[in-house]
């Protein structure tokens, strides 16, 4: 196939369109709800950043282990990975409303309470504004220049181009990995500024895993029905993003239950006050579909061989996965301003559509950009037929 028989099928655009109507609708909302009250829509608008941003971060992610281990299970998705990873700066643009409200949302960046004295060098406003600035400046810039390099296998093959990427994407790997923990320690970990966690890292960096799976394999469910990728993607192709979904959720449960094991064990005060603010007013039950949804219900599904070849089915746990990402999430972030006490506000729910419908929108820009398959890649023939 040439490049114009490979770009995404119209369908896409008019589903893009339907987003961003929607996206523009819950936007005017969210606008009313800051008038309203800053604080709540600073609140929601964190979660909703921090869930699509998992898409996009865990898609850049993704697309670096690909070029690093040139396994068959990334070419078929590799341009949607790509163009996750290309909405980057739209979802730096949207963090900026953030920047203009810490001290809504982080104890120490208020002038009457501040961090304890030895986190003053590390938590304090203009430091976290530039540690920020450098995160995505570095994501960025490393996803640009992946991009290009991958797009130039759309032309006569040059050889040396897989090792360039896989030069480029090693490194980067490691890059991620160190920047997403820091930058978990800021957005999140420090909501709270008398608990830490030495795992939460790696918990924040298996969430982003499971998000950008997720979404990928709603995606490719949706190329799967309609050409051209109608008759590239096979059963096999979902075969493995199902058992790579499900290493993905048992990983994300692995280090969460580590986590909570070694505070239960330690049963310190500053520790286990993390916890005693889900464990009441509701927040049981939401720990409780955690475990299930999150959890429980897609790994028992994902043991299926026959679901995993199914990508009907398969979409249907992705969509449950993608949801309960923003169930996490909103578990991490909330009890921190509603300890012990369950608070949903109209706008946890209208930010995510208003951020959503855009970033939605943008993706399928992109991914209509670029012809779904690097079309000269030398692997590209042996992972068409397998499955």
Excluded at 33 to 42: E, H, I, K, T, V
Excluded at 207 to 219: D, E, I, P, R
Excluded at 294 to 312: M, N, Q, T, V, Y
Aim: glycine share 8%.
């Amino acid at each position: 196939m040439t490049a114009p028989e490979l770009r995404a099928p119209e369908t896409l655009d008019r589903l893009a369109r339907a987003a961003l109507r929607i996206g523009l609708v819950a936007a005017a909302a969210c606008a009313l709800g800051a008038l309203l009250d800053w604080a709540a829509f600073l609140r929601a608008w964190l979660v909703a950043v921090q869930l699509w941003l998992g898409v996009a971060l865990g898609s850049f992610a993704l697309a670096l282990l690909h070029h690093v281990t040139r396994g068959a299970w990334g070419l078929m998705v590799r341009r949607v990975l790509e163009a996750s990873a290309r909405t980057l700066p739209f979802l730096a643009l949207l963090f900026l409303p953030l920047l203009l409200g810490l001290g809504h949302l982080y104890p120490w960046a208020r002038p009457h309470e501040g961090p304890a004295h030895f986190q003053e060098a590390w938590l304090n406003v203009p430091f976290f504004v530039a540690r920020t600035l450098v995160y995505f400046a570095a994501w960025i810039a490393l996803a640009a220049r992946v991009h290009r390099l991958s797009v130039r296998q759309d032309e006569p093959h040059d050889r040396s181009l897989l090792l360039r990427l896989r030069q480029a994407s090693a490194p980067g790997l490691a890059l991620y990995c160190l920047t997403a923990t820091f930058a978990s320690i800021d957005w999140l970990l420090s909501l709270r500024t008398g608990w830490g966690s030495t795992i939460y890292g790696v918990y924040f960096v298996g969430g982003h895993a499971v998000s950008a799976l997720a979404f990928t394999v709603l995606v490719a469910a949706f190329l799967a029905r309609r050409g051209p990728m109608a008759s590239l993607l096979q059963p096999g192709h979902f075969h493995d993003y199902g058992k790579l979904l499900h290493a993905f959720v048992l990983l994300w449960a692995y280090f969460g239950f580590s986590q909570f094991l070694i505070v239960w064990s330690g049963n310190l005060p500053e520790e286990a006050g993390w916890y005693a603010d889900r464990a009441g007013g509701g927040w049981r039950r939401v720990s409780l579909a955690l475990v299930l949804f999150h959890f429980a219900l897609p790994f028992a599904l994902l043991l299926s061989r026959k679901l995993k070849r199914d990508p009907r089915r398969l979409a249907g746990v992705a969509a449950l996965l993608l949801v309960m990402r923003w169930v996490d999430l909103f578990w991490l972030v909330a009890p921190a301003f509603h300890p012990g006490r369950l608070a949903v506000h109209w706008l946890d729910l209208a930010a995510p559509l208003a951020l959503g419908g855009g970033w939605l929108w943008l993706f399928a820009r992109e991914l209509r950009r670029r012809p779904l398959v690097p079309l000269h890649d030398p692997d590209l023939a042996g992972v068409v037929v397998h499955g």
